[in-house]
Each structure stands twice: as C-alpha cells, then as structure tokens.
C-alpha cells in the first residue's frame, strides 16, 4: 500500500465518529448554508466511505480511485440527507456512496463500455440471480431472469456477453507467478487437427502416394481428368506420344 | 404415376460438379483417344473405378476393413471417398 494512502488511512482514524444528535444539528447547520458544518460531516463519515469502496477493491480499478469516487458518493449524501426522516445518516449515505463506487467500477473495468442503464440491468440480473438462487436452492434460467426483469432473454445475454472480462492473449494463464505460459498456449483450438487425426492423415496420404505410383498411366490420366487435376498433363502427353 | 423401385444410394452418387474443373466419362474418353488410349465413357469409368479400387485396397488394410471386390468397389463409388481422393491428390504429386 502505498504510504500517502496509509497516512491518510491513519489521519482518518483520528476523525471522531459523530453521535445522533451530532448528526442532527450539522444537518441542520447544512441546511441553512454553513460549510463547515458540512466538511465536517463529510470528514467524520469518511471511514464508512473507505470501508464501501475496499469492497470493490478486487474488481480490476485502483483502490485510491475507489476511495475517491465513495467520497464524492458520500459528498452526495451528506447534500440531500433529510434529518427530519429519522434515519441515521450512516443508512442512508451508504445507498449513494455504492451507488457511486458501482458505477465506476462499472466504467472503468473491462474495454467495453456499457451505457448506465445496461449496467444497472446487470446489476439487478446478478442480485436477482442471487435472490432467486437463496430461495429456491438452484439458479434461475435466462428465461426466469429476463421475465423478472420485463426484458429478452436474448438481450441479457447480450449483455452478458459484453460484459465478460476480455482477456490478454499474450497474458500469463494462471493467477501465481509458478507457471509461464501464456494464454494462447493453453487455449483450445477446436478447428485444429487433432494429433490423432494427423496421424492418420499422414498415414493415408503414405499409403495413397505408395499406390499412386502402382496406378497406370492410362488410370492415372483419367483420374486427373476427373478430378480437374490437370497439373503435368502436358507432360504425361508428352510421355504417352513418345 | 409411381416410379419404379430401384437401388437408392446411400450417400448420393458422385459428379463432376463436386470438382472445378472434373470432366465427365464422354469428354475423359474423347481426351483420353486424343492421347492415345482409346476408350469409350464405359471405359473411362471402368479405368476410374478401378484406380480408385487400387487407392481404397490401402485404406481398408488401414482401418482393417474387408478387402473384397464389391467392398472395394462401394467404397470406390462413394462420393465422400471420391472427394477425399480429389483433396489428396490436389495436394500431393502423383509421381512425386
């Protein structure tokens, strides 16, 4: 980790957590236009907007990045809380912070770029997914899915299909430093000949170059003529006249 | 009007519109005096068939299939054995 984001790791733990009533009386100081009020109500949330955006860590973006795009998600929240509702802020700020770090992660990671509301049908396909998967103990269908979500099946995995992780050809093929081979070496080519089949190729064409040899000139012609082979005929001509 | 029954071949019968540039027996018989081997269509394709009996005789041994005249002679007439022999030979010399 990187020590610039460590010191502002350990200067952000500093920070006191604000109570309920705290958070009632910035909110209202924010309400009536004091900036302070909202830096500080900014500065004492951020920990949560760490804690968000270290979830998503693992999904191909950079953690300082992440961090950024939850605190602006918080920046958000702490904009449009209404303290009259009765919530916590930590409750409803959480909802923007995700919603902001999703949508970057969304944008940044893998080479096609989705528009918002292809990624936000993603979004709720895999929670669907994984609701329907807690309920019934098996994972739904495409069909089940696309209904669920008043669209096709045939767009979702379109979707789906745009938005799988591309990886690098020439990229390493396992996740440990152990093994160095790359990943067109261990791709299956399910045109290519298999060994077996070239074997047995090569045997057949042995076999029929031995026999070509026996054929008579007579049967070779006509084979040729045939088969619109018409290599060397001239010359085979030649050798028939003389 | 139904039409009399006969032999249906299993796998199509094998033409000259399979190969660029093929010609039938007629024409192969008109080349083939011209070169000087006189022949007739029947001629022509008796001479084919049989080199191609002589190309399949190897190709049985191979998959260890029975060997006799009318095996030979089936497996000569298949239209899918003709092609492969055609793709074969376009690839490799006769003589070579």
Redesign the interface.
Known sequence: MAKNLQDFFDAVGKTNLLTREEEIELSKKIEAGDLRARDRMIRANIRLAISIAKNYANKGVDLEDLIQESSLGLIKAVDRFDWRKGFKFSTYACWWIRQSVRQHVAAQSGSIKLPSYARGTLWKMKSISEEYHKEFGVEPSHQEIADLLGTSPETLRSLMKCAATPVQIDGGAYKSSDGNRSMHEVLVDDRAISVEESIDKE???K?????????SP???????????????LEE??LN??A | MSMPKGFKSAHGYAT?KE?????D?R??AN??TN???KMNHAT?RN??L???R??A???H??HKKNDSYDSLQRTAKDPRF?SG??E?????????
């Open positions: 045997k057949l064409i076999a029929v170059r031995g026999v070509l040899s026996e054929l007579r049967e070779e012609t006509v084979l040729r003529l045939r088969f619109g082979i018409t290599e060397d085979e001509n028939v006249n | 000259t190969y660029d540039g093929g010609a027996y024409t192969i080349q083939m070169r000087g081997y022509a001479v084919f049989s080199a191609l002589k190309i005789k190897p190709v041994d191979m003709q022999i055609a074969i030979l376009a690839s490799i010399k006769f003589r070579g």
